[in-house]
């Protein structure tokens, strides 16, 4: 066969001959059964012939002196769920970068893009127990697992407790000692909230971080409570802030604290106490942050 031509208009009434046919009107995409089926009908390919192989479901293409896979030496397509990403790797071969996760925004690693999860403040929080912890049964419940975070943030919700008039602390690393500096402010019930019913934080000796008291004439009340604390991977200095209160009754506390917990320990386990009677409702919830 002849090396092709290119294009040609033709006039009315040329004649057509054998040249012309070879070189202007037979270098099409010819289609075989295979690579030998190819072979044996064209034995003597010209560059830049293309033909295609219906076995594998490729086309190749002459290069003057070999016949080539259009589908390896072009772009090959790595994509396989939707969402993904074609990126150029070494040696300008494409790349699959796979979907990411909600949330996630792409970034650079070491050169090549990739899906992070976003930094800065309040963006990087994770649940560390899933669903939250039952606040049931005993005096004391424990999350354990914080060990090598910085930042963590407490969430006690809906929590009520079999005695009236117990207290809600929270503790670190079951540590009853006297590592705990609290400062803050009282809120007392039923009045108004008015300039009277603030007073000092009274802390309980050494013992925990106090956030909220039950109503000393009902045990039906609820309580929901946070705090934020810096530094739980350092040794020395943990700095915490929080608040709680309950949903109200004669001679119901609630707080606003702040302070440090002073322990060469880094925070490995919290914990939420009850000062009398077990839990009988409610979920502690526990963030970290790196």
Request: proline share 2%; net charge negative; aromatic share 8%.
């Amino acid at each position: 066969m002849a090396a092709g031509l290119g294009f040609k208009t033709f006039a009315t009434g040329e004649v057509l001959t054998a040249a012309d046919v070879n070189g202007y009107l037979m270098q099409g995409v010819g289609v075989f059964t295979d690579a030998a089926n190819r072979d044996a009908e064209i034995t003597s390919p010209q560059e830049g012939q293309f033909a295609y192989l219906k076995d594998t479901n490729v086309t190749t293409y002459y290069t003057g002196s070999a016949w080539a896979n259009l589908d390896t030496t072009g772009m090959t397509n790595p994509m396989t769920t939707t969402g993904d990403t074609i990126y150029s790797s070494s040696g300008s071969t494409p790349a699959r970068l796979g979907i990411g996760s909600t949330g996630q925004v792409l970034t650079v690693s070491g050169g090549l893009p990739t899906w992070a999860t976003p930094g800065g403040a309040g963006a990087n929080w994770s649940l560390l127990n899933a669903g939250g912890t039952n606040l049931t049964g005993a005096t004391t419940v424990t999350v354990s697992g914080i060990s090598g975070k910085d930042k963590i943030m407490v969430i006690v919700d809906n929590t009520s407790m079999a005695t009236s008039g117990s207290f809600l602390s929270i503790q670190f690393n079951s540590d009853t000692g006297s590592n705990y500096g609290t400062f803050g402010m009282e809120l007392s019930s039923p009045a108004s909230y008015a300039a009277t019913n603030l007073g000092t934080y009274t802390q309980p000796t050494g013992s925990s971080i106090q956030l909220a008291r039950l109503a000393t004439t009902s045990a039906d009340e609820v309580i929901t409570a946070y705090l934020n604390v810096t530094g739980c991977n350092a040794s020395g200095v943990k700095v915490f802030n929080g608040a709680g209160a309950g949903s109200g009754g004669s001679n119901q506390r609630g707080y606003v604290v702040g302070g440090i917990y002073n322990s060469s320990s880094t925070i490995s386990s919290v914990s939420a106490v009850s000062s009398g009677g077990n839990f009988d409702g409610g979920k502690i919830y526990v963030y970290t942050s790196a």
